[in-house]
């Protein structure tokens, strides 16, 4: 070990771990490995300790998978805010659950529905000297008017 190289083993000691987890490392990148597969101790332990340190600052969960903890927390914030304001929006009444939106459009769309068809009579009503077809296509646009709208929808 005069010139800081040492075998798999030797260097599994010094970290910790197998040697098959020295090999592992260097095959991922992490640690090198010379020509002759020796490894320079220094510089192995150093690039294993920043590894370690970077999983564990959330840099790095490994090779195949990279985290970065800053920006997952940064997202976290956004979506905790988020769900606050819109929950303040309720408490002051300035938001409606979409469950309730969709009911009272519903209900509202329907009394529109029954009132407009409701107008040929009223019209016959008022005008009794339209004839039966007259009042009969006034109710025919309305209830087609009614149909294309909800096919629009």
Known sequence: MSDGLVGARELGRWLGVSDRMVRELAERGIIERNARGRYQLEPCVKAYCEHIRGIAAG???GADQKLNLTEERALLAREQREAQAIKNLVARKEALPRE????????ILRNVSARMRAVPSRVRAQRPHLTREDVDLIDEEIRLALTEAADAA
């Open 59 to 61: 840099r790095s969960a």
């Open 100 to 107: 309730e939106v969709l009911s009272r459009w519903s209900t």
